[in-house]
């Protein structure tokens, strides 16, 4: 069984910067595709941005490409997302999820991932 803790989130001004790390626990994750997701009230959970298992590729969400990057550190099992020029509909609450078995590729799908964290929120203000 994996944990996965969020952290990080916040009350920030369009324009600002933030940074939300997740802490994976309870096995090794190094081998695994990690993706950051994120939901609103209004819409389901969607895909922000995701890692291969060494950080060799990477892919993002058309809304936030070139203003979001995710990277890991797979020494200390965390997973990182920079999110920079932060926009009012960025705001919600950004998840880290695992799937259940190592891959190669990154899915876009909340289905795809088994192993998700409690949530952090972020809220931009206009």
């Known amino acids: 069984q994996v944990q996965l803790v969020e952290s990080g989130g916040g009350l920030v001004q369009a324009g600002d910067s933030l940074s939300l790390s997740c802490a994976a626990s309870?096995?090794?994750?190094?081998?695994?595709?990690w993706a950051w997701f994120r939901q609103t009230p209004e819409k389901e959970r969607e895909f922000v941005a995701g890692?291969?298992?060494?950080?060799?590729?990477?892919n993002s969400a058309g809304a936030v490409k070139g203003r979001f990057t995710i990277s890991r550190d797979n020494a200390k099992s965390m997973l990182y997302l920079q999110m920079n020029s932060l926009k009012p509909e960025d705001t919600a609450v950004y998840y880290c999820?695992?799937?259940?078995?190592?891959?190669?590729?990154?899915?876009?799908?909340?289905?795809?991932?088994?192993?998700w964290g409690q949530g952090t929120q972020v809220t931009v203000s206009s």
């Open positions: 890692i291969t298992w060494n950080g060799g590729q990477t």
């Open positions: 999820a695992l799937p259940w078995n190592p891959l190669v590729t990154i899915p876009i799908f909340a289905n795809e991932y088994t192993y």
């Open positions: 309870g096995r090794p994750v190094n081998s695994f595709t």
